[in-house]
């Protein structure tokens, strides 16, 4: 099994940075990729961008190409994502998943593990 951890969502006013974190715990050496989504109240998860475990390869949903870069270091079991000025449509919990099972993909259904997500808040 595997644990994911989010930390450092917060309160930031438009324009600003943020990079949030995840701490990956368990079974790591079963991960192929990670991902990060968010959701914003009353709408469903939305991709942000994944990477995989071993290589780095990364890939991007189109709408967050720019503002976004997401990045890992497997030794110290850590996923980022970096977030650049930022917008308040951008206001939502972040969550990370893990993929055991060779997926890398945009749907919630690739991934198999989910860390309970950190609140963003972007103020106008």
């Known amino acids: 099994q595997v644990q994911l951890v989010e930390s450092g969502g917060g309160l930031v006013q438009a324009g600003d940075s943020l990079r949030v974190s995840c701490a990956v715990s368990g079974r790591t050496s079963n991960i192929y990729a990670m991902g990060w989504f968010r959701q914003a109240p009353g709408k469903g998860r939305k991709f942000i961008a994944a990477?995989?475990?071993?290589?780095?390869?990364?890939y991007y949903a189109d709408s967050m190409k720019g503002r976004f870069n997401i990045s890992r270091d497997n030794a110290m079991n850590t996923v980022w994502l970096q977030m650049n000025s930022l917008k308040p449509e951008d206001t939502a919990v972040y969550s990370c998943?893990?993929?055991?099972?060779?997926?890398?993909?945009?749907?919630?259904?690739?991934?198999?593990?989910w860390g309970q997500g950190t609140q963003v808040t972007v103020s106008s």
């Open positions: 998943a893990a993929d055991i099972d060779g997926e890398v993909g945009s749907s919630t259904d690739d991934y198999d593990y």
């Open positions: 990477i995989t475990w071993i290589g780095g390869a990364t």
